[in-house]
């Protein structure tokens, strides 16, 4: 859920930051939030590998025959034998 954040910054920062998300495809809005996303992840890693655990439990689907070391084996053997 998105909630409105209200910051003081600096006014040349403002417009070179505007300039650089328009050069970009963004949003000064997104620039924002991904910094204090990062921010945030690096500070406290062992969260978000839970969170990214968390997203993906449920979607992946593996067949009753997966066979993970045969799998590994075909795949080094390929990428040395070639």
Do not use: C, W
């Amino acid at each position: 859920m998105a909630k409105k954040l209200t910051l003081n910054v600096d006014e040349n920062i403002i417009e070179k930051a505007k300039v650089y998300a328009s050069e970009t495809g963004r949003s000064l809005s997104g620039l924002v939030e991904n910094y204090l996303k990062n921010l945030v992840e690096e500070h406290h890693p062992e969260n978000t590998q839970k969170e990214k655990i968390n997203k993906l439990a449920g979607k992946i689907q593996i067949q009753g025959d997966f066979d993970e070391e045969k799998i590994l084996r075909e795949y080094f053997e390929e990428k040395h034998l070639k």
